[in-house]
C-alpha cells in the first residue's frame, strides 16, 4: 500500500467514523436541535423504515390500471408475498394472474443492502426458472409507469438522503427529503419524497431522471392500518409527465404475518408459487 | 422390438382431459371436496393456428398449408395442509398431418411439501415437465421428458413424463432425484407433414436396446445452487435415451416396396452427466451447458461416447435509444464432438439473436434468430413475434427459413420447408 493510499484510507476511515457518530447524535435529543441535512434526511430515512419494520410477512393483492395519454386503459392484475429478513434485504415474489396470458408467470427479487439484487423468474409454459439481470432497474415493470426500482423494496443504504424543508403536505405536517441513488443502475439523478412528521408515511415522490428533469410525480393515499402499527396506502398513483400516461397500483386483501415462511422465498418456492 | 403404444397414450390423454373437464365442472358447481379442497383454480388457452410453408414440397404429398385447433386446459386443486393436484391436458388438430394432431397429458401429478429441520422438501408424483438448464438455441442438459417433437421443431416442447421427483433443499443448495417408471417415444412427422426426414420415421415400429422396453426404470439425479453471480446445476441421467438412433431401411426394401422403406427409431441405453452455469453480471448474462454422453450410436451406427456443449452469453441495452425498448444480443457456439458423425444439427454451429422487448401495453417482444453451421454454411433464420391484442387474446407469429442448405447437411430434406405460423390465442 502505497502512502498515498494510506492517507486516503484514513481520510475515508474518519469520514465514516464522523458520519457514525452523526447517526449517534440523530438519536440523541440534546444535539438533534441542528443536525446536518444529510444526518436528518439519514434519520427520517431509518425512522420510516423503522416504523415499518417487524411485519414479518405480508401477503397482499396489487391491482394496476394502466392509462395512456389519450384515455386507453389496460389493467394487471398479480399477488405480492413478501417475507422480511432482519437486517437484510427483504425477499418479494409477485405471481401474476392477468392478463391470463401471462397467468402463473413469477418474479422472486432478493434484495440485498450492499450489492445489486438477485432477479429470477418462472416461466410457466416452458416450466423454466431463469435468473435475471437486476441490472434493469430503471426498465418498465409490466408495462406500467412503475419502473422496478420503484416497486421492489427500496433499501436506504441504496441511496444517500438529505433533508430539505418543512412543507404542509394536504393537512398533515410533512418534511421533504432528497434522495440520491448511489448505484449507477438507477434511472434516476434524485427523488423528492414528502414524509408526514407524525407517522413517517410517505405521501408523495418526485422522480428526476438522468438530466435532472421531473419525469414522474408519485402520489400515494387511502392509507390503511394494520395491526394497529403498519402503513399501507391503499392506492398510488404515479404519472409520467413526459408522455402523459399514468398507472394507478391498487393494494387490497393486505394480510401479515400471514402462513409464509423462508422456502417460500427459493428458487423452488418460485416453481411451486401460483 | 415394441408397437408402440401410441393410442394408448393418446386414449389416456384424452381420458385425462375429460376427467379434467368434469372434475373442473364438479369442484366448480361445489359437488364435492368442500371440505378436502381449500382452493381451486381452472384455467387455459384455446388457439387458433395457420402454418404456410411458401415453398412447394420437396415431396408431393406432403402439404403446403395447415389449420390447427389447440386446446390446452389446466386444473389446480389445492388442500388446506399445501398438497395440490395439477392437472394439464393439451390436444391439436392439423388439418395436414393426421400424426401432427396429437393428445398429451402435459401434467398430472400430485404435489407434497414439507420441511425437516432446516431443509425443505417436495415431492411430486405423477406425470410433470421439468426443465433444466440456461442455453437459448438449443436446451442440450435437458433431458428428463421427451421432446414433442411435431409442435415444433425448434426441440423447445416437451412431452408429458411419468415420474417420482423428490426435492430437497437447504442453504447449501437444491438437490433433487427422479426415478421415471416409461419412456415416451418422439413422435415423428407423417408422410403428409413438412419438417421431416427424406425417408419417414414409422412411428408405430419403435426399437429399445433394453430387454424391459418402454418400461425400464431411468434414473436422474440433479444438483444446483445459487451462489453469488453464479447459477450452476449438475446433473446424471441414467436409463433410456430420449433421442433415438434411426436405423436405416434394409437396401432390399427399396427394390421391392419403396413405399414401405421407413427410419425405424431405436432408443439406446444411455448415461449423460450434465453442467449448466450462468454467471449474471449487470447486464450480462454469460451460459454453458455441457454433456457427456455414454451409449449412444453415432450418425455411421457405430457406438460412440461424446462430448457437446454450447457457450455463449447475451448482453441487453436496456431503453435503447432512448426509448422504453430492450435489445438483447444474443450469441451462443454449439460443439458435438463427433462433428459430422453427430446424429443432430448442432455438430458446429453459431448463433445469434436479437431480442427486442417494447415493455408497452400490449408486451410485444420480437425475437430474430440466425443458426449457422460453420462446416457447411448452411443457414437457418427464425422469427418470433407476440403481442397482446387484449386482455385475453394474444397474437402469436413463428417465421423459419432455410438458406443455402448443403446437400450433406442433416437438414437438407427440410430445405423447401420455410414457413410461417400464425397463431391467435385465447386465455382464461
Known sequence: MTRKHRVRRFLAMMTLFAAGMNCLAAGQPAVAQNPSPEARGLEIAREARKRGEGFGNLVSQLTMVLRTAKGQESRRQMRLKTLEVANAGDKTLFVFDRPADVSGTAFLVHAHR?????????LPALNRVKRISSANQSGSFMGSEFAYEDITTQEIEKFTHKYLRDEPCGDLACTVSERTPVG???????QLVWHDKKEYRPWRVEYYDRRNELLKTLTLADYELHLDRYWYAGEQTMV???TGKSTVLKTSEVQLQAKLNERDFTRTGLRRAR | MARRPVLRWAKLAAAGVAALGVTALGVTTGAWGESLIDSHEFSGSVTLENRWFPKKAANPEQKDFGVNL???????????????????GFYRYDSSDSVRSHADLRKAYLLFVGQIEDQEWELRLGVDRVFWGVAESRHLVDIVNQTDLVENPSEEVKLGQPMAHLTVSGDWGVAELFGLPYHRARTFPGRHGRLRSALVVDNDRVMYESGAEERH???AARYSHSVGLFDVGLSVFDGTSREPYLQPPPPICFILDPRSCALVPLYEQIRQYGLDAQMTY??????LEAIRRAGARNALGEEE??????????YTIYSVFDTDMDLGLLAELNRDSRRMRATNIFQNDVFFAVRLAFNDFASTDLLVGILED?????????AQFNRRLSDSLTLNVEATFFHNIAADDATHATRRDNFVNIGLTYSF
Open chain 2, 305 to 314: 461416447d461424446y462430448t457437446a456443449f454450447v457457450a455463449g452469453g447475451e
Open chain 2, 374 to 382: 460453420v462446416d457447411t454454411r448452411s443457414r437457418s433464420f427464425n
Open chain 1, 184 to 190: 449507477e443502475d438507477s434511472g434516476y439523478s434524485r
Open chain 2, 217 to 219: 426404470f431411468d434414473v
Open chain 1, 240 to 242: 409520467n409527465h413526459l
Open chain 1, 114 to 122: 450492499d450489492k445489486p439484487d438477485d432477479l429470477w423468474i418462472f
Open chain 2, 282 to 287: 449487470e447486464a450480462w448474462l454469460l451460459k
Open chain 2, 70 to 88: 389447440i386446446a390446452a386446459p389446466e386444473l389446480y386443486l389445492e388442500s388446506a395442509d399445501g398438497t395440490s393436484l395439477t392437472l394439464e
